[in-house]
């Protein structure tokens, strides 16, 4: 049984990694765990230069959930460069950097910049519902997204995940635009859109009013997402979206994924990642199943 | 400092105020561990309510690492209301200790302040402190923790329906009994941080704020319960930290609250 | 204080209704509690003919809520005019019914027949995900929603609500098209497209592929829309989505319903819609609030 | 018929066989008014599981209020392992009784049969008949019931290991028992209704049995558990039939299954 996953010419270990911005750049849970347990560390989103983020309450609960919107706060690519990549090196995993911006040169910045990085793929955050210059736009749009990709392409010196949004009517139309834009596998969903309100304060329970739903109460709309732009692309997909068990991750899985992200669920558990790509290779083996890909997408 | 989590054995819990529980836990590793100032996640098993409650720690018992936790239940079907229901012999998942906690090797006359909530980190505090303590305590109306308090430094009480002590709040307690200090520890609500801020400044005297913000990981991952910082600090590089890992105690001077 | 709300000229006793599907034609409740204590109720959907509805497994449960594929199964308008508005003609509440189709004539049909019919509101559902032919191309577009609108009207012998789906990218583009399409009122959300796997059976848990996620799970989305859409169109909102208390149902007000219908929770306890608006008087008695309408869409 | 939601005290609870839970309760309603082969809604406290979980009743005490639940924990983090874990004095949600039961006026000579945890039900309704009854049970492996049943009829095993009784399924024990009845009355996996079903065709005589299919209000109002009917339903006004509602007992003749 092998549980190693080639994503765009990539190979990990397993195929596990962690959903951008729930992980930092790792040194966190570090504190918890080797990290080479896991496939790749996606870290938080990185811009060109850094972001304070949003005001506080930047979190709210909600049933089978959370709703963030901390607006992206990023210590900016030159100090990522020096601290985040070299200690993540220190473990036998995938790097995986994910990058927002403001605009695409602030895209293109970033990822020329990082070419010359020892680092092993990028994933493009083209849909974080938080923040306003966030990049909102071309995740929403079939033109501006595919348009980015294509640009983001011209300087990526590693292979180069479109993060999707699923807060958009045709998820497999956005799926099929960035793979037309030239993208090697595609990442998703992103979180879904919410607002919370407090009735007794009568005000939104997030400073940024809005925020990105997540957990597991989003769980049966990423399958969908997933089993859809699956069978709309020839691109890896990587699947995310309530991830909390390793029945979850097998669910993403036969839907259609190559490979998943926990997000949420390292909030509650700083170790269940690992113990997610555990668990895969426990089903597999009582299943028969001899590799990830042969279990990718067979529920049709 | 190593940070575990573990599912602990509930020892004893009683309601000590209306809506104030007190719950001795029986941890692994987590008392052993823990000082004066940090805090616990505490989790729910409830899967309506997955992310951790942080509840600071009230006592510490390393030798039979035991912990005390004193906590608010803030409103029906809310996650501290299932944990009022926790009887002994219960389990409850427990992430800690976590944060920084707070200075106590410190010798100066103290002033050790707690508003409503935050005033069960006091005591531990007021246990850990090897100097003159002068323990000044605010509460809405209904006192709590006093007893426990008063074995570790003189106690001044405010409330502001004015049923015990003075009446007003922890600075007005301070004004009216003609106290002093060299240093503060303080935990509260943020209102009552800023006029001690302001007060430590005026004094020119060194203070220490515990904070609280909204959380989501409690281990400083997910940036969720930052504060400003007065200059860009080193791990952001903005003008931002964290609540939960690099605080939640911060010299006043360091933070914009 | 005045629980009364008017929606599109109808006077309801208070700003509960049920969500169409969830509550029949209220006769299993009416075992629980009088009728006459909800504002409204809202029948599961009407056809011209009846419909068989989806194979089985139709219901699958997730995290924090549910998830459905009946396909609209329906007796029919002939036996629902016979039999069901008499039945709920016999409670003090108003009669909203939902109607379903395949073709815009289908529409039509069904409100041509119920302008004779002694019913109070039409609620036009355009964005069922459920079934193929449940109209789902009306609800993800906003020239067919405004087209389908303009036809329901035209034949409309009651105030018109357009019930919009929450698989979109603009809901507030929706929310626009049907008033200009003439609508009365809205309501929504209605499901958000979902996807359950058996990994041990490795099939679809629901016989349907997908189905319509609904329950706790989904209200910080529905909230999210419902300000949207209230801060969008000057029509009347009917809130719902995940509503399960009186405090759910007052966070829809706040963020811009006239009305709320509470879904999924009536599985879970068959009288708690008329426990929420009682619990709504409750809440308004205790923040001193005189009106639902003073209430409405206050936290901007 | 009334039905009730209310909160019940557990009064024991054991596990009678591998993953198979007897459970009793005290209702404060439901037992009274409930009959064989109808079930109840059970409904957790975890609000990750919110939908109630049919089950069906085994034995009603109705002088006493209580009724025996005896049912199988489906697996790891389940709403039914949740319930496995209920013990004296807990309390738990119950909703009941629901659907319409076995008929219990015949006096034919009977077979009740169930299959696996279709077999529970089986036990209430023995002891509500009147008539010479022939209890056919059949297991994977592992029996449990047996002796209850013992008491209200004969008892005919088949397990499919072949460890009890007649190696194979109900069926093969009531032909190598050489039984015959002139009513059937049935509950367990579809396919061995499906076999029963036929049986009864080709022997003529009449059958009840109860259907199980994924519910989610148990009250008959989201169409969710619906079976294909032989004729266009009254209610439905299609070929469809409420199991929960219409049934969960139907003629075999009225359903296809």
Excluded at chain 1, 132 to 161: C, H, L, N, S
Excluded at chain 1, 265 to 287: H, L, Q, R, V
Aim: hydrophobic content about 40%.
């Amino acid at each position: 049984m092998d549980l190693r996953v080639n994503i765009a010419g990539v190979e990990w270990k397993n195929p596990v990694t962690v959903a951008s911005g729930t992980f930092g750049s790792g040194e966190e849970y570090a504190e918890f765990m080797d990290l080479g347990r896991l496939g790749a560390v996606t870290t938080k989103g990185v811009a060109n230069v850094p972001w304070e983020g949003n005001p506080t309450p930047r979190v709210a609960e909600i049933h089978g959930g959370m709703m963030n919107a901390i607006g992206l706060q990023n210590p900016g690519i030159d100090l990522f460069c020096k601290r985040d990549i070299p200690f993540l090196r220190q473990y036998d995993t995938k790097i995986i950097v994910n990058v927002c911006g403001r605009s695409v040169e602030d895209y293109c910045e970033v990822v020329e910049r990082l070419s010359g990085e020892d680092v092993d793929m990028l994933e493009i955050n083209i849909s974080c519902p938080n923040v306003r210059e966030g990049g909102i736009a071309f995740g929403q749009d079939p033109k501006a997204a595919e348009d980015i990709t294509k640009a983001v392409k011209k300087y990526a010196g590693q292979p180069v995940i479109m993060k999707l949004s699923p807060n958009v009517t045709d998820i497999a139309e956005m799926a099929r635009a960035v793979e037309a834009g030239g993208a090697d596998a595609v990442s998703l969903i992103n979180p879904l859109t919410g607002m919370k309100i407090d009735i007794y304060r009568r005000t939104f329970a997030l400073a940024n009013k809005t925020g990105g739903v997540s957990g597991p109460a989003v769980k049966p709309i990423a399958v969908r997402m997933v089993y859809q732009v699956a069978n709309a692309v020839k691109l890896p997909v990587i699947g995310m979206g309530g991830i909390a068990s390793a029945e979850d991750a097998v669910e993403f899985i036969l839907a259609g994924a190559s490979a998943v992200s926990v997000g949420t669920a390292n909030f509650i558990n700083p170790t269940i990642a690992a113990e997610i790509a555990d668990g895969i290779a426990k089903y597999m083996k009582s299943c028969g199943f001899e590799s990830v890909a042969e279990m990718t997408g067979i529920v049709k | 400092m190593a940070k575990y989590k573990e599912r602990s054995a509930v020892i004893s819990q009683e309601e000590i105020a209306k809506d104030i529980y007190s719950l001795w836990i029986e941890t692994a590793q987590i008392a052993r561990e823990a000082k004066a100032g940090q805090f616990v996640s505490l989790y729910t098993a409830d899967g309506g309510k997955l992310l951790p409650r942080p509840i600071s720690i009230c006592e510490i018992c390393r030798e039979e690492s035991k912990l005390r936790l004193v906590y608010r239940v803030t409103g029906k079907g809310t996650g501290t209301e299932l944990f009022s229901r926790l009887k002994e012999g219960d389990e409850i998942s427990v992430m800690g200790p976590l944060g920084n906690g707070f200075p106590t090797d410190r010798r100066e006359k103290a002033f050790l302040i707690g508003g409503g909530i935050g005033i069960p980190p006091m005591l531990e505090l007021a246990k850990e402190l090897d100097c003159e303590k002068q323990i000044v305590v605010g509460y809405r109306d209904e006192c709590f923790l006093r007893e426990d308090l008063e074995r570790y430094g003189t106690v001044y009480t405010a409330t502001e329906d004015g049923s015990a002590g003075v009446r007003g709040n922890v600075l007005d307690a301070v004004r009216e009994n003609g106290l002093n200090a060299e240093v503060i520890y303080a935990c509260g609500p943020k209102p009552m941080l800023r006029a001690i801020k302001n007060y430590a400044q005026e004094k020119d005297i060194p203070c220490y704020l515990s904070l609280e913000e909204r959380m989501a990981c409690g281990i400083g991952a997910c940036l969720a319960c930052v504060c400003n910082s007065a200059e860009r600090d080193a791990h952001s590089n903005v003008k931002n930290k964290r609540v939960c890992k690099d605080g939640p105690v911060f010299l006043a001077s360091e933070v914009e609250i």
